[in-house]
Structure formats: C-alpha cells, structure tokens
C-alpha cells in the first residue's frame, strides 16, 4: 500500500453518487479529519478525483453548521460534482450494472419518493483514499465483479490468514492469499479501514485497554472482524474491533459470543469479559447519526 494513501470513505454506490457526489461524515474517519485541519468551513475547494488515472475536476465542502442550531449534527464534508467535469459519466461507465439496474427501477417509481438500494448481493463501493497531494484523491471502485471473484478466492481462505495478511502490523508475507491479485482491491479496503479504526482507539486494544507496542515504539495491536470475513465480507466499523494480539489469538482460538448491548463478550468456559473502550459501537450516546441528509 501507498503509505500517503488513506482510506477516507467507501459508498455504497447510489443514484446521487453516480450524478452530483456523496457526503462523508467525519465521526469515525481520524486520517480524514487530520487531513481537513486547517481547512476553511462552509467554503468549497476545487479538487481531484482520479478514476482509472484519469483526472476529474470537483468539490470538495467541508459543511458549516450553526453550531447552537444543530448541536447534535456530526460534522460531514461533501463532495460535489457537475456533468460538465466528465465525472458522472465516468462513474456511470465504471458503475454500469449499478446504473443501469437504479434507472430501470427509478421508472418503475416514477413520480414516488423512494431511495432505491442495490439488491444486497449486487452491491458496489465506491472507495476514496487520500494521496500525497492535499487537493488530489483516488476513487477506487469495487465492482459486483470483483467482489464475486474475491469472494470465491476467499473460499478455502481461513479467517486468521486474511486477517494477518490484511493487517498492516502483521505483514507475514507467507500467506498463500499473497499470490491472488483478485484479492488486492478488497485487502486494501480492509486494511485501511482497519487502520485508520486503529487510530481512533489509539492503537490500544478494546478489551484489555493496553497498547503493548507503545514501548518500543511499535504498533502490533489488530483488526478482528467479528462476523468472519471471509464469509461476510463485511468490514463495516460495526463488524470490527481493535485488539492486541493476546486477545486476538485468545478470540480465534475460542470464539466468544460479543453482545453488542453491553459490549461484552462470552466465552465458553462461562468467562465474562467487558469491552472497556468504545468509541465505534454505541456511537447513539455520543452524537447523533443522521449524516446523510444535510441541512
Ligand atoms: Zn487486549
Ligand atoms: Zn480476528
């Protein structure tokens, strides 16, 4: 991995998306964050995507709100874009199965209001990373193509091999995954989700609250996926957690039950354990959630 490229946001690819941009809300993203500081708000810059190398102009608005208005608002930055920067009909191009399935199904709805989601199976990402250059980011698109080939690479795949060769902290080059570059798209997107999670907490692990590396200036805590991915294929935050390599290798070896309500996990000698860091599971407690809609 290019190490100035941060994961920055992966869109479930929409109507919107493929004709005038996305929204990003900030509440989890620290490499994005960072990268926005010092950066005006409700004033829009002119910026890069780059798709397939190719250049496209749009905007990029980091959103102001009224801060005694909408207390409760998480902070989003929008990026905007016009038919006349070539854009969207790129988007379209890449997306096509995506595009072409959202227009049949917009016709059927005519005149109603409805948000028309891919079939779950059909589902298509659109991936954006930061690059060296403030002003330039990558689009990578994740195809229902490359997600099927990935997929069926993954069967025979054991979940502590992807995830050690996922993550950045464990690079053992031995995996028998390394060789399938059908893969490559798909890693890369967990492993950078993973990291920039790994920041929000610190690099300390959830469970034990410790960051082991810290003394010798190492970063070995990891990126557990709670429902395994190689079935899932699910790196959403919900499905992740921050751990150190004890309890990791304590969780594959037993695999405990985590309750989500109190955050604890179950193992099957009966031992109770509660996570005592959360900054990404109960994220109701701590500020709204609504960032898709602006106001
Ligand atoms: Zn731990
Ligand atoms: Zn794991």
Redesign the pocket.
């Known amino acids: 991995m290019n190490l100035d490229e941060f994961y920055i946001y992966r869109k479930e690819v929409d109507w919107s998306l493929l004709h005038e941009g996305l929204t990003i809300p900030l509440r989890l993203l620290v490499a994005f964050r960072n990268l926005l500081n010092g950066y005006e708000r409700g004033i829009g810059r002119k910026v890069t995507l780059l798709v397939d190398s190719q250049p496209f102009e749009a905007q990029l608005i980091n959103q102001a709100f009224d801060r005694e208005k909408y207390v409760r608002h998480a902070d989003v930055v929008q990026i905007r874009f016009t038919k006349k920067s070539g854009l969207p009909q790129k988007l379209q191009q890449v997306f096509f199965a995506s595009y072409t399935y959202l227009r049949n199904e917009r016709e059927l709805v005519r005149g109603r209001k409805a948000f028309i989601h891919l079939p779950e199976d059909s589902r298509e990402y659109f991936v954006l990373y930061s690059t060296a250059r403030p002003d330039v980011f990558v689009v990578e698109a994740i195809t229902k193509s490359e997600l099927y080939e990935a997929n069926t690479f993954l069967e025979g795949v054991s979940e502590e091999e992807f995830e050690k060769f996922s993550d950045f902290a464990r690079r053992d080059e031995s995996a028998t995954i390394v060789a399938r570059p059908q893969l490559a798209k798909v890693r890369k997107l967990d492993r950078s989700i993973g990291e920039d999670l790994k920041a929000l907490y610190d690099f300390r692990?959830?469970?034990?609250?410790?960051n082991?590396g810290k003394a010798y200036d190492q970063r070995v805590v990891e990126v557990h996926h709670i429902v395994q991915f190689v079935r899932s294929m699910n790196n959403d935050y919900d499905n992740l957690m921050v751990?150190?390599?004890?309890?990791?290798s304590v969780i594959h070896k037993t695999d405990p039950i985590f309750d989500r309500q109190s955050l604890t996990l179950s193992y099957p000698n009966g031992y109770h354990e509660a996570l005592i860091l959360d900054r990404h599971f109960n994220m109701n407690n701590q500020s709204e959630t609504n960032a898709g809609s602006v106001p």
């Open positions: 692990c959830q469970i034990c609250g410790e082991f751990i150190c390599p004890n309890h990791h």
